[in-house]
């Protein structure tokens, strides 16, 4: 795997053409750098020689040099940053569309405010690389140039004036390894830090309701804090190192005034070459105190890469398919679970032997106390995981034999929380299948029992939605994410407790929804509550990972099993507590 600076190279590279023409008005510049220093020079010997009509001609010059200079400032400017704004576009949509393809389990285990903070801060800083190019040119050239103007000029006084440049390099190679190892604590801090405020907006609710507003103020000042005194230690190690530079710099610049103001007395040399060779030594000195800076800048940018990589494009995906996997034909709904053991990473065993068939055109109702595998089950099935153990088969096909996004287009999904996205209620259901009919929209309308609702909205299908569903009832929510469901005509509709957070209306509306679809397709649902597995054809009960029981509600209540132990607490109005 090549190292975390051979792929910023890499990144940077890929913005070549503007980098060449930014680096380009960068070397013109340092150039026009250098012929200030000679106007200078001959500005004060006209002055001094009193050759006025020698000072009206150089002024033509002055002006000349003045506009090569803005214009190549301002191509070096916009270039630059062009380089670096392209870099970071192509960067977020590459780690963006990496993110698609990892499995559920790599988002389980983040906090979405550090990913937020990867895609944003940490591309933020290495964005910087493309500065790094300009001045990884600028600054040598500014010192080599400068180099060797003084040793042209005065070989004796230029190897005075470099006597404080062994001191310069080692204050530089010191700090900046420092400042990358800070660089990369920030970066982490930074990651918590909006994790917290990420945590703290979208649970305002829960927080207004349960009084905590002072504890999430002081957590979050905690972490904005820590964040705080993390970035100032970085800033402390960067402020000290140019001023430092600049310091020893100026002892360099001392000696050359005491000695060279001792030449021009002697006549040695001329105060002109005397002012030229101090602006070179001044431009070399601020040149010094810049590679200081980039070094710095070095830092950060490795630091915030080294997390980009570790954090997201280096993640290799557990869960893909077969190079010759084939696409899962038009499916009837028959499912299979034969022989299923599955193990999350951290070892807890949430699924154990378990085996069931369903027949399609058949509706199932799973149900059990919580950490049974109901959901892990319906995980299962959309292949967000892969079993340890036995085989998941829809149509018979074993689903690590086709590929994911085959299994996934022709399931319908609705979740236990209604997440909408930003948009109208025609762009949310019609994200179930971007291609739709208006009739098709109008059918799934119809289907999920939202016709009246829409009706009595101002702007129709076209009213607007926030992303939570701002606006919308639960049941009313549900209702859409069913359509966004059905508009796929899906074989398989898996709604994983989609009732459990409503009022017995809203259930209400909904189960008639599912009832009048369920002889369409395969319909399995993750029950919460026992009403809505009560009109299933058939109940697999779970209990610990096992499938311990299974038949109809009747046929279950007989046996006086772990379901009617479900059903006598659900019916004391204790199971919301039971089985959430």
Not at 533 to 539: L, N
Request: net charge neutral; aromatic share 8%.
């Amino acid at each position: 795997m090549p190292t975390v600076e051979r792929r910023v190279v890499r990144l940077v590279k890929g913005e070549w053409k503007a980098l060449t023409i930014g680096l380009l008005c960068t070397v013109g510049v340092a150039g026009v750098e250098f012929a200030i220093a000679k106007l200078i020079q001959y500005f004060v010997d006209l002055a001094t020689h009193k050759d006025l009509a020698g000072l009206d001609r150089l002024m033509a010059v002055v002006f000349l040099v003045a506009a090569c200079r803005y214009f190549l400032t301002s191509g070096q400017l916009y270039y630059m940053v062009l380089a670096g704004q392209n870099m970071s576009r192509k960067l977020r949509q590459q780690i963006f569309r990496h993110m698609q393809h990892l499995p559920l389990s790599f988002f389980q285990s983040k906090q979405s405010g550090a990913l937020q903070s990867t895609i944003t801060i940490d591309v933020n800083l290495v964005e910087n690389s493309t500065k790094l190019a300009r001045d990884l040119i600028s600054e040598p050239v500014k010192v080599i140039g400068g180099l060797i103007y003084i040793f042209v000029l005065n070989w004796r006084l230029a190897s005075v004036a470099l006597l404080a440049m062994p001191f310069m390099l080692y204050v530089i190679i010191r700090r900046g390894r420092k400042i990358r190892r800070i660089t990369q604590d920030l970066q982490d801090r930074y990651g918590s830090f909006v994790s917290v405020l990420e945590e703290a907006l979208r649970g305002i609710r829960i927080i207004k309701a349960f009084g905590m507003e002072k504890y999430e103020i002081a957590r979050f000042e905690e972490q904005n804090n820590a964040a705080f005194r993390t970035s100032m230690h970085v800033q402390k190690k960067i402020a000290s190192i140019k001023p430092l530079v600049e310091l020893l710099g100026t002892v360099g610049i001392a000696a050359v005034l005491w000695i060279g103001g001792r030449d021009v007395a002697r006549g040695a040399m001329s105060g002109g070459e005397l002012m030229g060779f101090l602006y070179v030594v001044h431009m070399m000195v601020t040149a010094a105190s810049g590679v200081g800076q980039m070094n710095a800048t070095r830092s950060q940018v490795l630091a915030a890469a080294e997390r980009i990589y570790r954090e997201v494009l280096d993640v290799v995906s557990d869960l893909t398919d077969k190079p010759d996997a084939p696409p899962l034909p038009p499916l009837v709904g028959h499912i299979e679970f034969r022989n299923v053991t599955f193990r999350y990473p951290d070892g807890t065993e949430a699924l154990s032997d378990v085996s069931f068939t369903i027949q399609p055109g058949e509706s199932i109702a799973v149900v059990g106390e919580s950490g049974a595998g109901k959901s892990t089950m319906a995980d299962l099935l959309l292949r967000f995981y892969d079993p340890i153990a036995g085989q998941v088969l829809i149509d018979g096909f074993d689903l690590r034999d086709v590929t994911q996004g085959s299994i996934r287009n022709q399931i319908g999904v609705v979740p236990q929380t209604t997440l909408l996205f930003s948009g109208s209620i025609r762009e949310n259901i019609r994200y179930g299948k971007p291609d739709a009919t208006e009739e098709e929209i109008d059918a799934a309308v119809s289907a999920a029992h939202l016709t009246r609702f829409v009706e009595r909205r101002e702007d129709g299908l076209d009213s607007a939605l926030g992303g939570r569903a701002d606006g919308l009832s639960g049941g009313e929510g549900q209702r859409v994410a069913i359509a966004r469901a059905l508009i796929r005509k899906p074989a398989i509709l898996l709604l994983d407790e989609a009732t459990s957070a409503l009022d017995s209306v809203s259930e209400r509306s909904v189960q008639e929804a599912v009832e009048e679809n369920k002889n369409q397709r395969t319909v399995v649902l993750i029950a919460h509550r026992l009403s809505t597995a009560a009109r299933a054809d058939r109940v697999l009960v779970f209990h610990r990972g096992r499938l311990v029981e299974q038949g109809t509600h009747t046929e279950l209540l007989a046996l006086d099993g772990e379901y009617t132990r479900l059903y006598r607490a659900y019916s004391h109005g204790i199971v919301d507590m039971a089985v959430s």
